[in-house]
Nanobody, 123 residues
């Protein structure tokens, strides 16, 4: 089973920046939609951003204008550039990839997941 591996999380002060990366752990089928969810303690997992293989991106309202998602189709990789980070962005960030070029109705249906990387925004 293909796993996704995230990197780039860590501790950053409010207003700072981080870039998350996600890549498959082994040879994988071509991914269509890719993106990121996050889950804060005591809260439900929520969509942060996703991008289709054609480059169309969509963002949660809470991160619009601060985060940017990008991908490399040949490498099956996706990145999340996070700027102007706020304490409310603190969460575990999960990468996902789908065999279809859109989101499923329920996040639990996504085809591939990473184990998550912790992002903490604090003084």
């Amino acid at each position: 089973q293909v796993q996704l591996v995230e990197s780039g999380g860590g501790l950053v002060e409010p207003g700072g920046s981080l870039t998350l990366s996600c890549a498959p752990s082994q040879n994988s089928p071509i991914f269509k939609a890719m993106g990121w969810y996050r889950q804060a303690p005591g809260k439900q997992r929520e969509l942060v951003a996703f991008i289709t293989s054609g480059g169309t991106a969509d963002y949660a309202d809470a991160v619009e204008g601060r985060f940017a998602i990008s991908r490399d189709n040949r490498k099956n990789m996706v990145w999340l550039q996070m700027n102007s980070l706020e304490p409310e962005d603190t969460a575990v960030y999960f990468c996902f990839a789908n065999r279809i070029n859109r989101l499923y109705t329920y996040w639990t249906s996504n085809d591939y997941w990473g184990q998550g990387t912790q992002v903490t925004v604090s003084l």
